[in-house]
């Protein structure tokens, strides 16, 4: 008798852990060598050796950075998480509308959980990483539980033991808990950067040494961009026992430098004010630059030339330690367009090429950021005072640090997507706010913040903050606020000076382009909350006894899996994140056979959790023709027929996956 493939009448079940790291990078190895892979598909190394001939290493002592620690980061970075985010409508800003978001939770369980959905979406990466300062740093005591550790942390569920706690400098492995803290997250974060993406890390002197060797591993030492020296204090501290501390670094790397490039930046006034017209050069004002490089003439043979000098009619040649920095043909362009300056009284003994400000639009950023171009920490603690008054958080970096790096790295006509993952006070997401509002652009934030209580004799919880995320959601919440005050203002009055056009009014279009921006953006001025808990589905537990009662228990569980408390959204958004669609992707309700499915990305995805489903459901669904749809597992109630026909209507349909939770 012919029987059925079971595994041709039976639906797939959605994977609820998040992105498989390892896996991913298993295909990608097996992508580009083939000829590697075992019968069992797994990677053959001594082929792999072979195929990459001499390229592979095989010494034992090579340069390279180790500590205490690092091999468990890779057990830390591979291991999946079973964790959810819960969506907070009542937390949030315009939730049904924005596409910003705010996330409360531990930033390497989030970063993991955003791998499918985000992988390869972020413009640009802001982070202001604790300093390891001895008291300002908490961490999970045991990597291997991360998500158990918040849990309990938060007091999601009932144990003990699993603490976050101060790295102090009387631990032996001080600056190794501080690696171990950041590779990992650095590595997760690589993955979710575009290939014209980069990162910028705020650090102290305290660990920019390791942190740009970590930084070399995970992002490659040929990605490195640049160590900006950030001018963070107006005046010195004069009670300092050796230095006064008056900088921070902010460290630069690209994901593909190649790819990557830095936007200019407007030019201040002092900049301008060094072009000068000394000799009434028709092409306007202009300034000079050196005419060598510093290359030597063994180095570069072809920029070892003379030029004549036209007031002299003498050969000049450069150095042979510094020769020049364009090659001949584009010297002699420069002479022909009288380019080449000798000096006021034209006997100087090496030409400079003139810089005409016409010519200019944008300058170059610099590696040195003084405060009165992006602000100090004074600045910053004032900035936040004036949304929220005395919280006493200590350290937050103000809005122009920030607004600096979006300038450089984001275009306003896109939509930059920005990650901050250690958000602290909310700079990251009070700065794309602001400039967005300046400049007419369409940037969008993801912040993640670690519910770190606020000490109870705190300024912060005194005014009622209990967490540092509680910090970070009000300050946006007030910024927002702000920003529609001001909007409010200007459009009474715009609106009083357009009220005297009698078309606007009859189509109804004044509102709607006096709201938008010059760009015809309309801002977004909101967020969505997200908190990180277990997920709402509760799995197979392999490690549970094995006697009769607790089979039976996991029997149950496995059968009405989806846990006490949970709503239809908390489901909605974990099936979404665990698909791979954006948090922040449109789910548009319909109503089918009498009952309810949700169309994600304009029909593209189904989701049905209904705990009733129907043939006429079914039907109706594949209908849609849409690529995917997931069901509730428990909406079969035990019909094998059912799902059976499900699976091959689905089939007949064009519907390319078809899976139940």
């Not at 912040?447 to 109870?456: A, G």
């Not at 309700?589 to 006429?616: D, N, W, Y």
Request: proline letters at 5%; glycine letters at 8%; a negative charge.
């Amino acid at each position: 008798m012919y029987m059925k493939d079971p595994a041709k009448t039976q639906p797939e079940k959605l994977d609820l852990r998040s992105h498989d790291i390892a896996e991913g990078k298993r295909q990608e190895l097996l992508r580009l060598f083939p000829e590697t892979r075992t019968e069992g598909g797994k990677i053959d190394f001594d082929r792999l050796k072979l195929a990459l001939g001499e390229a592979v290493d095989v010494g034992k002592e090579r340069y390279g950075m180790t500590w205490p620690g690092k091999a468990d980061c890779f057990k830390t970075i591979q291991m999946p998480s079973l964790g959810t985010l819960r969506p907070c409508p009542e937390e949030s800003v315009n939730f049904d509308t924005s596409e910003n978001l705010i996330i409360e939770g531990d930033n390497l369980e989030a970063l993991k959980l955003l791998q499918k959905s985000y992988l390869g979406k972020i413009k640009m990466i802001y982070i202001d990483p604790p300093y390891n300062t001895g008291s300002d740093f908490i961490y999970p005591d045991n990597y291997t539980e991360s998500l158990q550790t918040y849990l309990e942390y938060t007091g999601q569920v009932d144990a003990q033991g699993k603490k976050f706690s101060t790295n102090t400098e009387t631990d032996g492995r001080f600056h190794s808990k501080w690696l171990n803290m950041m590779y990992p997250r650095l590595y997760l974060a690589r993955n979710l950067l575009r290939e014209d993406g980069v990162i910028f890390i705020t650090v102290d002197n305290q660990e920019v040494d390791n942190l740009k060797k970590v930084g070399h591993e995970v992002f490659g030492e040929e990605n490195f961009v640049s160590g900006v020296v950030w001018q963070k204090k107006v005046s010195p501290a004069n009670d300092a026992k050796w230095f006064s501390s008056d900088h921070d670094y902010v460290i630069v790397y690209a994901r593909n430098k190649d790819v990557w490039r830095p936007n200019g930046l407007d030019r201040s006034e002092a900049q301008t004010a060094y072009y000068k017209n000394p000799d009434k050069d028709p092409r306007g004002d202009w300034n000079s630059a050196t005419y060598t490089c510093n290359k030597s003439r063994s180095e570069r043979p072809n920029l070892y030339y003379p030029i004549t000098n036209p007031h002299t009619g003498q050969e000049v040649w450069p150095k042979e330690t510094a020769v020049w920095k364009y090659a001949k043909s584009i010297s002699d362009q420069h002479q022909k367009e009288n380019r080449l300056y000798w000096g006021a009284d034209g006997q100087a003994q090496f030409p400079r090429i003139k810089l005409f400000l016409a010519e200019m639009d944008k300058v170059v950023p610099r590696s040195i950021w003084g405060y009165a171009d992006v602000g100090h920490t004074q600045e910053a603690t004032s900035e936040l005072r004036a949304l929220l008054g005395d919280t006493g958080f200590d350290t937050p970096k103000p809005s122009r640090l920030v607004k600096r790096i979006l300038e450089i790295t984001g275009n306003e006509d896109d939509e930059t997507l920005v990650l901050d993952f250690f958000a602290g006070s909310g700079t990251t997401a009070h700065a794309v706010l602001d400039l967005n509002k300046q400049d007419g652009g369409n940037r969008k934030f993801i912040l993640v913040q670690l519910p770190e209580p606020c000490s109870p004799g705190s300024a912060a919880y005194k005014a009622g903050f209990k967490t540092i995320a509680d910090i970070c959601k009000e300050r946006v919440r007030r910024v927002i606020k702000k920003l529609n005050e001001e909007d409010a203002q200007t459009f009474q009055g715009r609106r009083s000076r357009e009220s005297g056009n009698p078309d606007l009014f009859a189509t109804g279009g004044l509102d709607s382009r006096l709201r938008g921006n010059d760009k015809g953006n309309t801002p977004d001025l909101g967020f969505r909350v997200f908190k990180l808990a277990e997920s709402n589905f509760t799995p197979w537990d392999a490690e549970a006894p094995q006697d009769a009662v607790s089979l039976a228990k996991q029997l149950e569980l496995h059968i009405h899996h989806v846990r006490d408390g949970r709503t239809e959204l908390d489901l909605l958004y974990e099936i979404l994140l665990k698909s791979g669609f954006p948090l922040t992707t449109p789910v548009e309700p319909l109503t089918l056979a009498g009952k309810q499915v949700h169309s994600v990305a304009g029909g593209a995805l189904l989701i049905c959790l209904e705990r009733e489903l129907t043939l006429e459901l079914i039907r109706a669904m594949a209908e849609k023709k849409p690529e995917r749809v997931v069901c509730l597992d428990e909406g079969f109630a035990g019909n094998d027929q059912l799902k059976a026909n499900a699976v091959q209507i689905f089939k007949t349909k064009g519907v390319t996956s078809f899976k139940t939770v």
